[in-house]
């Protein structure tokens, strides 16, 4: 089964810095993969498909690039509604494994 | 609107058995995949099983498959995990999720949990 692989574990950043966190699969996935957000004691929130596009009513200030087996989930500019633990999960097929998470403080 | 609300979870002891069941409204809902995913106490997301909009195909992660069953009535608009032989390692948060397809794909709702807490 393919492996997915996020980086750092957590996170700490101060407002308005641009933030990015990493995953990475074992294998080639080519862009099937998906970013959520998780607040503390909330269900997790879709925010990106297909590596880049922006699920409606996502801020613009969160962006996802890559393909094949490195992706990125960026936020441009931090927001303390940030706060948060993120998961990428890939789609290509089953089993849809998610990252370990990684968890982002505010500094 | 969409909504999903699950139901079911509850203490069960090691080697018991639980059905959850997740209810659908907002949506047709035999057009769209349902899945479930889990999460244990301070841990992150662990994907679980995905079941076809018409019921036809299922999957499983490694560490449920031979106890956990996934199943859907449609009729019902409702989304089951029948649950066997657990051990401690499924205490978790079990989310049922939408896929915006019938495939597998990526996860568009979410319901608000059900907690199942294996202990004796």
């Known amino acids: 089964d393919i492996q997915m692989t996020q980086s750092p574990s957590s996170l700490s950043a101060s407002v308005g810095d641009r933030v990015t966190i990493t995953c990475r699969a074992s294998q080639g996935i080519s862009n099937y993969l998906a970013w959520y957000q998780q607040k503390p004691g909330k269900v997790p929130k879709l925010l990106i498909y297909a590596a880049s596009t922006l699920q409606s009513g996502v801020p613009s200030r969160f962006s996802g690039s890559g393909s094949g087996t490195d992706f990125t989930l960026t936020i441009s500019s931090l927001q303390p509604e940030d706060v948060a633990t993120y998961y990428c999960?890939?789609?290509?097929?089953?089993?849809?494994?998610f990252g370990q998470g990684t968890k982002l403080e505010i500094k | 609107e969409v909504q999903l609300l699950e139901s079911g979870g509850g203490l069960v002891q090691p080697g018991g058995s639980l059905r959850l069941s997740c209810a659908g409204s907002g949506f047709i809902f035999s057009s769209y995949a349902m899945s479930w995913v889990r999460q244990a106490p301070g841990k992150g997301l662990e994907w679980v099983s995905i079941?076809?909009?018409?019921?036809?195909?299922?999957y499983y992660a490694d560490s449920v498959k031979g106890r956990l069953t996934i199943s859907r009535d449609n009729s019902k608009n409702t989304l089951y995990l029948h649950m066997n032989s657990l051990g401690a390692e499924d205490t978790a948060v079990y989310y049922c999720a939408k896929g915006p397809v019938s495939g597998i794909y990526y996860l568009d709702y979410w319901g608000q949990g059900t907690l199942v807490t294996v202990s004796s």
């Open positions: 999960q890939k789609y290509n097929s089953a089993p849809s494994t």
């Open positions: 079941i076809s909009g018409s019921g036809g195909s299922t």
